[in-house]
């Protein structure tokens, strides 16, 4: 029984890959009809369900409740939850050649490839959406996945950044014409550097004058802003009226609660992005931006980022997102960011997995379309050999990753690696 599951485990990933249009195009019809079963359900929303059943038509969730009858996938034993969603990832940015850090802008074939084997990871490991704030290069791979013609998750993209540089960014005029220009080149939201890195000391690179005109011109555009910010300009985005700060540390408690009062999201790193970078030392270190001075910075500013979540879980009605900022090292192992959250920072289980669910959803604005187990909705579904309410870890062992009713992966539990990050 255990050999004929793990066969059968193995030639679902093998047709998955080998025969994927076909299999894809087919699984797109309307008429498709899959029904799951559950023994443990988390729903995304913070309820946990017992022996339930998902019924998928085509790409959509039609019904969720207990019932009989014939079952395509039995996930029962697993836990099941909707695909994450991953706010910050830089899908794009990869090693090179000489496995040197290549930054995100890379457009040669090698680069291209890497970057699906990027998404490819990133899906397996039961991510189904990202955002990646940004970079040109998102947009062909975006397009290609929501063809079809890739495996890998939802791509949203800020296209190209508004980078602070003081004066030098430009007037508000100019930086409004910014904005309505990655508009044009298909941005889904607009990506901001209000502060300069953390490994140089994180002041503020815009003025409070730059910033509301960037995020309010992004917000006539019906775009959302994504704000990379430290200390002080985490209070001077939330003035701004923008929608999201990244990373956010030294926040202060009153900046915190500011957030909370106007419901900008936060989305801080507790490690992943830190621990990536000290474990590909030898490959960041000398190329652009990465000195041994900003090294050694990064080992003194991890308690900074728990002491930022630690306290943003105690602001009542601060809306934390799950964003890794995964770089070239870290695609497909963006779930560390759940363990360190939990682990080093209090963040409690069920509260993670909402992050990256029905919250993570609402933050990018698709909370009717994703991020939840409920009719109507995508059937983004995942599933893990373990109950990461009581162990955590095992956000590491994703077992089933179906994305728009489309299954991707469908690993016997006996055949689970617990991976060891598939990244080249
Ligand atoms: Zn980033």
Redesign the pocket.
């Known amino acids: 029984m255990r050999s004929a599951r793990a066969i059968f485990g193995f030639l679902s990933f093998v047709a998955a890959c080998a025969l994927a249009p076909e299999v894809w195009s087919q699984s797109r019809a309307p008429s498709q009809h899959i029904v799951i079963a559950a023994s443990t359900l988390l729903d995304g929303k913070g309820r946990v369900l017992r022996d339930t059943r998902i019924v998928i038509e085509g790409s959509r969730i039609v019904a969720v409740g207990p019932g009989s009858g014939p079952v395509d996938y039995d996930l029962r034993g697993l836990t099941v939850l909707p695909g994450w969603i991953d706010a910050?990832a830089?899908i794009t940015w990869n090693f090179g050649p000489d496995g040197k850090n290549a930054g995100m802008n890379g457009t040669n074939a090698e680069t291209a490839y890497q970057s699906a084997s990027n998404a490819f990871v990133t899906l397996m490991a039961g991510f189904t959406t990202i955002q990646s704030?940004g970079s040109p290069t998102d947009i062909p791979l975006r397009d290609a996945i929501a063809k079809g013609l890739l495996p890998g998750p939802r791509i949203l993209t800020a296209v190209d950044p508004l980078f602070g540089r003081g004066e030098q960014t430009g007037t508000e005029e100019e930086i409004r014409t910014f904005v309505r220009k990655q508009k044009e080149a298909g941005a889904d939201l607009i990506k901001i550097f209000a502060s300069q890195s953390i490994r140089q000391g994180g002041g503020m690179t815009l003025s409070q004058e730059q910033l509301n005109a960037a995020c309010d011109e992004a917000k006539k555009q019906g775009l959302r802003t994504l704000v990379?910010a430290y200390k002080g300009a985490v209070r001077a985005a939330t003035l701004a009226g923008c929608t999201q700060i990244?990373h956010g540390t030294l926040a202060t408690d009153d900046d915190l609660q500011l957030m909370a009062a106007r419901g900008t999201y936060l989305d801080p790193q507790a490690g992943l992005v830190i621990e990536n970078y000290l474990q590909n030392k030898d490959k960041y270190l000398g190329t652009s931006g990465y000195t041994p001075e900003g090294f050694a910075a990064m080992e003194k500013i991890l308690p900074l980022e728990h002491e930022l979540v630690q306290h943003a879980v105690k602001i009542p009605g601060l809306k934390v997102v799950f964003g890794t900022?995964a770089v070239a090292g870290a695609h497909g192992r963006n779930a560390e960011e759940f363990i360190d959250r939990v682990r080093d920072c209090g963040v409690d289980p069920l509260a993670a997995m909402v992050s990256a669910n029905s919250l993570g959803a609402e933050a990018l604005g698709l909370g009717d379309r994703i991020g939840s187990i409920a009719p109507g909705l995508q059937a983004d579904i995942i599933a893990l050999d373990g109950d990461p309410l009581k162990d955590i870890t095992a956000v590491r062992r994703v077992a089933f990753v179906m994305k728009e009713g489309v299954v991707f992966k469908n690993a016997a539990r006996s055949a689970i690696p617990s991976y060891s990050g598939v990244q080249p």
């Open positions: 910050h830089h704030p990379h990244e900022d």
